[in-house]
Every structure is written in structure tokens, then in C-alpha cells.
């Protein structure tokens, strides 16, 4: 093979690793479309850790991009270390997920950590969403105790 053959090869192939020819997309530029859109840290009305109450506190994922992206694995999680991890499921473009704190049952627009204290601060505190492949891909952080929420 002739040096000028073997350079078009390298070429070739290295445009077939980056994505340069096929699409290809690496986990990292993948998981980029889904990124934190808002954090409700405050639910409205007294803490009294009922169930509504614990609901009115959420951290809402949205997918940017047009296509579905797969979030089985994903996880959210606070600066206390508190983790929601997603069982089988897929975020369509466009659309948007909320993670909240309490009980209920899983639709396509929420999901439910089932916890039975809050996980959001009153005050501060960081959101972080790992994607399925668990690279950050996107956080969100507040500080101040007057609002009930943030949009990120």
C-alpha cells in the first residue's frame, strides 16, 4: 500500500471515530439534549411532609433536541446526595419530565422519587443530572430563601 493510500485510510478512519462522516454520536454529545429547566424547592403552603406537600417540590428535566433521548440509568441528584434514578424510560424531543419528591404513579410527564422527607432545600442547593452514561451533563444551583423556585 502506497504512503498517499495509507494517509487517505488514517483520514478516513479517523473521520469515522469523530462522527465526521457517519453521525456517529458519543455518549457525552448524546445525553447533551436533555438538560434541568427548572427546580420548585419550596412547595407551596406549610412543610407538613404530606404527600402533596412533598410533591409541590420538583426538578424538571427538558430534551432540547427533536429526537427522543434515552434516560434509562440517568439520575438526579442534590448536593446532599440524595439520588433519583430513572428505571426504563425515554424523554421525546421537545418535551419535558419532572422528578417529584413523594409518591404516585409514573407517567410519561412525571415520575416520583417516593420519598417521605424533602430534598430540596428551602434556601440553596444544587441540582445535578447525570446522564445514562453518568457524565454530568447538566446542573442548576440557587440561594435564596425567598423564592420557591428557579428556572435553570
Known amino acids: 500500500m502506497s504512503n498517499t493510500m495509507k494517509s487517505v485510510l488514517v483520514v478516513v ?3 469515522l471515530l469523530t462522527g465526521g462522516i457517519v453521525g456517529f454520536q458519543s455518549p457525552a454529545s448524546a445525553a447533551s439534549c436533555v ?3 427548572r427546580i420548585s424547592y419550596n412547595s407551596p403552603g406549610a412543610d407538613t411532609r404530606s404527600n ?3 410533591n409541590g417540590e420538583w426538578i424538571q428535566l427538558h430534551n432540547q433536541c427533536r429526537t427522543a433521548s434515552v434516560l434509562t440509568n440517568a439520575k438526579v441528584k442534590d448536593a446532599a446526595g ?3 434514578k430513572f428505571s426504563s424510560y425515554s424523554l421525546g424531543g421537545g418535551k419535558y419530565v419532572r422528578v417529584r419528591t413523594g409518591r404516585g404513579t409514573n407517567t410519561s410527564t412525571d415520575r416520583y422519587w417516593g420519598q417521605s422527607g424533602y430534598i430540596w ?3 440553596r442547593d444544587t441540582g445535578y443530572f447525570y446522564n445514562r452514561y453518568q457524565v454530568l451533563a447538566d446542573k442548576c444551583s440557587y440561594n435564596n430563601p ?3 423556585a428557579v428556572s435553570c
Open 52 to 54: 402533596t406537600s412533598l
Open 121 to 123: 432545600n428551602n434556601d
Open 35 to 37: 438538560v434541568i429547566s
Open 13 to 15: 478512519l479517523f473521520a
Open 82 to 84: 440524595h439520588i433519583y
Open 146 to 148: 425567598r423564592a420557591t
